[in-house]
């Protein structure tokens, strides 16, 4: 199916004209003749795939409503806002590495300032571990009032909005401030929260049998030749330490280049992303080489790789039936209202690729592919990533309900056949999600 | 002295602990009881020209389900166990069976905030701004905080949902950090090591012993007491079957579902009694172990001290709501001395006698608030008033206006305190 569509919008003042084709699979970057590398030169935190922070701002260029029906239900499924990082392990391996050489007199003046700022990056997380940050908050708020501002019809006076979050702490508190951001927007929805263990099979199922096996021999084997061009970095080496092949039996090049790496770009979901100083160490290319074997792995972890079976995706097969049932019995409502969910994006990846969401179930075995063919996961799973599902209708008995897909509150495409793109019939979408169920 | 004891007996109210929980059986829950919404407390009007810029809040969560599974499914096993072998009686059998309605109810909730537990939460706000409404200003700051645990955290969202739905634009600040923990959650090794010494723990044993009596419960649900005593101790089954009726009050199965019926007001006023005698013991100035324990609190003391001098040159409202452990609020109760949480005594059976009553003192929903009021911004006098689970308290200070306190002599009065306590402590720490 190729259809294009000329979409015309304002963006920083300029008006710029886009073609849109399934063909560029991304809605999340401003400009589709972007690659990933121009990506991460305007914003090198893209580089580190999950620790990715969510888009200040989010273009106003949503297709009007289908003549003659407007928005009643909206299904969601978000991540928690920028964290800080969930454990001391991650920072623990560089920083020990460091400290050691440090012990031995090996640091050069560079390697010093590296060292005092990594003592402050630690210091600044202890007791702060996986906690949702600041710049978190302000997300899930922006997000939040944008939700009502967009949906109006959705989110009237009386609308029950009810939410559900995982029992992690940074997803209630995201619920939190979305919640009481939207009642900045509208005071009188009518708000319930909840956050129970009764829901975590489905919010956030991890399957321990897919997860087990994902990393088959014949993954390890393509992964590790993929990546082994892409670690190391000697440059860096020679920067921070005084005799790099002498540090070499307490500094594991590879192993400090990534870590560091992703310690400095990290710091983009703390107050302290003022401070980029250990973002600055690392070249454009370094930082993008760190992206491409992040982007494989999370790729045999939750993308439809044919290197273990192609079946990760179906990790989120609770989830998914369960978004149905919802929309099922909402869909009988006069005023459903809608429904949020707070979760994590080990859920919202692979439910993507599970629902096949702007090409996301590509399934191949080559993992030089990915780039190429979009599958970038920066651009699924940043902090406070979402997926909004948008359900149309002209009356409560209009029986040809329509939906649309947001991903990170842009229009996005599945792999079914339309009559008017974006929107979906919702009964072909619910065949077809209960296809890839069964 | 018979007539005085009578006297000492009763409470502010007028009743006796026994009609208090005659009354409400809810409340032998202790600090488990669900402090009642509905009833607005009314405020002894502020002094001229004063009015509240400050509120410093420290709230217990909302109710919530209990925080262990095995609370519900210790006693059904039991029951189910004896109704298979034909040992229950008929009241047994319909026991059983409340039993596994409660544990199914709970499964997959535990320490969870309930429905009820929102609507509390979302209530008690409401009644805050009502009866303090010149503390919510567009330039205002609403600060709320809550230790990393999902029932307070929850709380936390409740209430911060509701007061964002009762003023726009409003500032409101977020955060529930372990990085709080020092004030919020505080640990203190060397008084919880006094805590339970051998021989508060042997008074208390003694304390149990003299109270107890659950023959009659027994016989009255099992038909083979032989049985019984081989599967578990009476005692500890008749406590978790009270633990269970003071725990229906918080989910959408009050008012179906109770075992409160299961005692005997004696047996419902003993069981209260040794429950409340362990807070006591733990969080009180029980002379027993040292009458040290509310010290736990200090570094929240220190922070409303602290906070209170802080918001002395602002020139907007603030509040700051902060949800922490029910024990949290009753041990800094007992630290501050409101009304008469400071009691001291060793005598574990008149504790009702003399006030100190949990139910009274931390309940779900419970919270302590100081209040600071000024005529202005600068003002040399600023005023505060305490309230205890919204009630007016009285603090252990003089005063020309209760229940208003001039802020320099609560000040003086808790600063002295802690500098007392922490000297001691420095003494001890350098003789070792």
């Not at chain 1, 629902?355 to 979009?374: Q, R, V």
Request: with cysteine; net charge neutral.
């Amino acid at each position: 199916m190729e259809r294009i569509k000329k979409t015309i919008y304002t963006l920083f003042g300029k008006v710029i004209v886009i073609s849109r084709s399934l063909f560029f699979l991304f809605t999340f970057s401003p400009s589709y003749a972007q690659t990933v590398r121009d990506l991460i030169i305007q914003k090198p935190v893209y580089a580190s795939c999950n620790y990715n922070t969510y888009p200040d701002s989010i273009p106003n260029n949503l297709t009007p409503s289908p003549k003659g029906k407007k928005p009643f239900y909206l299904s969601h499924y978000g991540r928690h806002g920028s964290r800080y990082i969930s454990s001391r392990s991650g920072y623990d391996i560089p920083f020990k590495m460091i400290a050691h050489a440090d012990s031995v007199n090996e640091l050069t003046p560079t390697g010093d300032r590296v060292f005092d700022e990594m003592k402050l990056i630690m210091s600044d997380t202890e007791r702060r571990w996986g906690e949702l940050t600041s710049y978190g908050k302000i997300q899930h708020r922006r997000i939040a009032r944008r939700l009502v501002e967009r949906f109006p019809e959705i989110f009237c006076d009386n609308a029950n909005v009810s939410c559900i979050s995982t029992i992690v702490p940074r997803c209630i508190e995201s619920m939190g401030v979305a919640m009481a951001e939207m009642k900045q927007v509208n005071p009188k929805l009518r708000i319930t929260m909840v956050a129970s263990q009764r829901n975590q099979w489905y919010m956030n199922h991890q399957d321990r049998k897919l997860r087990k096996n994902y990393m088959t021999p014949e993954a390890q084997k393509a992964y590790n030749a993929y990546i082994s061009s892409r670690l190391g970095n000697s440059r860096l080496m020679e920067l921070i330490f005084k005799n790099p092949d002498i540090v070499k039996e307490i500094v594991d090049e590879e192993n400090f280049n990534y870590y560091l790496m992703k310690m400095g770009l990290f710091q983009q979901n703390t107050h302290f992303y003022m401070n980029t100083y250990l973002q600055d160490l690392f070249e454009t290319d370094e930082l993008y080489h760190m992206w491409q074997i992040d982007n494989a792995l999370w790729y045999i972890q939750h993308g439809a790789c044919k290197l273990n079976g192609g079946k990760q995706p179906t990790s989120q097969r609770f989830l998914l039936r369960q978004l149905i049932a919802d929309a099922d019995s909402c869909i009988k409502l006069d005023k459903p209202g809608a429904q949020l969910r707070f979760g994590h994006e080990t859920v919202l990846l692979p439910l993507v690729c599970l629902m096949g969401i702007n090409g996301f179930d590509l399934a191949t075995d080559s993992l030089d592919e990915l780039e190429e063919k979009g599958w970038w996961c920066s651009s699924v799973f940043p902090m406070g990533a979402n997926l909004q599902f948008v359900f149309y209708r002209s009356s409560p008995r209009d029986k040809d309900v329509l939906m649309k897909v947001l991903l990170n509150e842009q229009e996005a495409t599945l792999p079914i056949a339309t009559d008017c793109a974006p929107y979906y019939h919702w009964a072909d979408v619910r065949s077809y999600c209960l296809s890839k169920l069964e | 002295m018979g007539g005085m004891l009578i006297m000492s007996a009763m409470t502010a109210s007028g009743q006796t602990i026994a009609e208090e929980l005659m009354a409400d059986p809810n409340r032998a829950a202790g600090n488990f009881y669900a402090l009642p919404i509905g009833k607005m407390p009314k405020d002894t009007p502020a002094p001229e020209g004063k009015k509240p810029f400050y509120i410093n809040h420290y709230g217990c969560p909302g109710s919530y389900y209990r925080e262990m599974q095995s609370i519900y499914e210790e006693p059904y096993a039991v029951f189910a166990k004896a109704d298979s072998l034909g040992k229950l009686t008929k009241l047994g059998k319909d026991v059983k069976l409340r039993l596994d309605l409660l544990r199914r109810d709970a499964t997959g909730r535990i320490g969870e905030l309930t429905t009820k537990g929102a609507e509390q939460c979302r209530e008690l706000i409401l009644q805050m701004v009502k009866r303090f409404p010149d503390i919510l200003t567009p330039d205002g700051y609403y600060s709320c905080r809550s230790i990393v645990q999902n029932n307070c955290l929850m709380t936390l969202e409740e209430s911060l949902v509701q007061l964002s739905s009762m003023m726009q634009p409003m500032r409101t600040s977020v955060m529930a950090s372990h990085y709080e923990d020092r004030f919020m959650d505080p640990q203190d090794k060397v008084l919880e090591a006094l805590r339970w010494d051998s021989l508060t723990q042997a008074r208390y044993d003694r304390f149990l012993a003299l109270n107890t009596g659950n023959a009659r419960l027994m016989e009255s649900l099992f038909t083979d007491q032989n049985f019984l005593i081989e599967q578990e101790d009476p005692e500890v089954l008749s406590r978790q079957l009270f633990v269970l009726a003071g725990s229906i009050q918080h989910t959408d199965l009050a008012n179906h579902v109770t075992l409160f019926d299961l005692f005997t007001p004696a047996e419902i006023l003993g069981h209260w009694k040794k429950l409340n005698a362990k807070y006591y013991i733990q969080n009180g100035a029980c002379t027993l172990n040292g009458g040290t324990q509310p010290f736990m609190q200090r570094a929240t003391l220190r922070n409303m001290i602290h906070m209170g001098d802080s918001v002395l040159k602002r020139e907007h409202p603030m509040v700051h709501l902060r949800y922490v452990n029910e024990n949290v609020v009753m041990a800094l109760a007992c630290l501050m001395e409101l009304d008469n949480c400071g009691l001291q005594t060793d005598n574990l059976d008149a504790l009702a006698d003399m006030g100190w009553k949990t139910y009274r003192i931390a309940p779900l929903g419970g919270s302590i608030m100081m209040v600071h009021y000024r005529s202005e911004q600068g003002d040399p006098d600023v005023l505060v008033k305490v309230l205890l689970n919204g009630e007016e308290a009285r603090l252990p200070i003089e005063t020309d206006c209760a229940p208003y306190y001039h802020w320099e002599d609560v000040k003086r009065y808790y600063l002295r305190k802690l500098y007392r306590y922490e000297n001691i402590r420095l003494n001890e720490e350098t003789k070792k």
